[in-house]
């Protein structure tokens, strides 16, 4: 089986289950499609030899993220009850904003090249650890540690909001 | 890929599966045993000479047991679940370094399934997919008490998970390398990583505990409060999968303990040795320290009580992450005076 043709079914699972996403009609499953999503995407950073940033990917995202989209979800009463009522011109508004989307993301991406090579083709080792290692704490230290700066902000703020919610309570 | 090393590949993964799944069976036995000795009573002894067919006796109940979904449960998802408790506990197995290469047929043959170079994010991240199975499984059941367990279990195993992390990260800090094996060859010689982290093991340790939910951080399975925990809906096999899984996650964080900060196939006086005899010899090393650390598992469960659901989510945010954090930053000064970046 050639690498092409791996790519290629990859894809297809990889759009279909974000289809899955949508489509879907309970969020919990929503949910876990869009964790099946994650691994799908993993699997093509793997076919790119990209290993550091498939596993992280799973790490953060499946592991983590979607762990507590899960959590949210299971303990609130979702059913068809409850659901809260959109009238017609919402559903037509996000109709129109998605297909705009849509349209835009088509444009950017119609010219686009595939820069990513697969695995195994003229040594592309550039996603493994040790050479990621490298380009991060040289070429790309400043971004880097700007974002490292911009989490530690977010988790001071997540902190700071938690902390002032107990308060109130007491 | 040559067919030959496929085939290798095949039979290593297939020994490699029989073997975990094996001694997850004889940790039940082993358990018990270990429970009566504990309690100062004999244990199961009908089946077989002192018991040993126990195991083959309580999967035949499981299976013979009525196959039961409840009727208001998600059925896939509650079919899923214990699936994925399964799957995730196995494949952690895959990427740990069982010893050293064997010369067999003229072949060398490596004792690892895959020597990938993120060997230990690999088992991070599976410990992390591991919640999935039990969330799935108590949600699905549409009971309260299923879904307090899952909940239960999933605060608690990502409360853990970072601590855990920063400990992973302070041995890798020390070997300069993410893949397992390197982790193992760095330890070569008595330098196992418990001399220079010994703060660390004990902080993974109580991670791995909580992790595989093991008592005293049994609380997704807390009888006394939740009749049964995240698996309270489940029977027959299904649940068999969920207390399996459970054994088999139980080996191989003994097994990543031992290759992290016990030098994994690394022995005391190895160097005399050389060629298979050398490897068969690091297999029976990782294999002792592996059931020694199951033990260690076994007599903790059998001598502390259950904590306090605060209590556990108290130790993990306020005390174990600040330890861990404070050995990292004192591994991180040591390693750069030891580079000479402060001459």
Known sequence: MSLELIATILGGLTIGSALMVVISKHPVRSVLYLVLTFFMISANYVLMNAQFLAIVNIIVYAGAIMVLFLFVLMLLNLSKENEPKTSLFVKLAAVVTGGLLFVVLIAAFKDGVIVAQTAGIDGNDQGLVQNLGQLLFSKYVVPFEVSSVLFIASMVGAILLAKREKQTID | ?343
């Open chain 2, 1 to 343: 890929m040559a067919t030959s090393e496929l085939i290798e590949k095949f039979v290593f993964i297939f020994i490699l599966f029989a073997v975990t799944l094996g001694i997850a069976a004889y940790a039940t036995y082993f358990e018990r045993k270990v429970a009566a000795w504990f309690q100062d009573r004999i244990g199961p002894d009908r089946a077989g000479p002192f018991g040993i067919l126990q195991p083959l006796a309580d999967g035949a109940k499981l299976f013979v047991k009525e196959d039961f979904i409840p009727e208001r449960a998600e059925k896939w998802l509650f079919i899923l679940g214990p699936g994925i408790a399964m799957f995730t506990a196995l494949m952690t197995g895959s990427v740990i370094p069982w010893g050293k290469d064997l010369d067999l047929f003229g072949q060398s043959v490596q004792l690892q399934v895959a020597d990938v170079n993120i060997g230990i994010l690999f088992i991070m991240g599976f410990l992390s997919i591991g919640v999935y199975g039990i969330m799935i499984g108590g949600w699905a059941s549409n009971n309260k008490y299923s879904l307090y367990g899952a909940i239960r279990a999933s605060s608690q195993m990502i409360s853990y998970e970072l601590a855990m992390g920063i400990c992973v990260i302070t041995i890798v800090m020390l070997s300069g390398s993410l893949s397992l094996r390197n982790i193992v060859e760095e330890q070569h010689g008595m330098n196992w990583n418990i001399f220079y982290q010994p703060l660390g093991f004990i902080i993974f340790f109580v991670c791995a505990l909580a992790e595989t939910n093991r008592a005293p951080f049994d609380l997704p399975e807390c009888e006394s409060e939740l009749i049964g925990g995240y698996h309270t809906e489940y029977g027959s096999m299904k649940m068999g999968f969920y207390l399996f899984a459970e054994y088999v996650a139980l080996f191989t964080s003994s097994a990543v303990i031992s290759v992290l900060f016990f030098g994994g196939y690394n022995f005391p006086g190895m160097d005399y040795f050389s060629g298979n005899t050398l490897a068969l010899l690091g297999v029976l090393a990782m294999f002792t320290k592996t059931f020694f650390f199951v033990f260690v598992f076994m007599w903790i469960r059998w001598t502390l009580p259950r904590f306090r659901f605060d209590q556990l989510m108290h130790l993990g945010w306020k005390s174990l992450i600040p330890i861990s954090l404070f050995n990292l930053l004192i591994t991180a000064i040591i390693i750069a005076i030891k580079e000479g970046w402060f001459n």
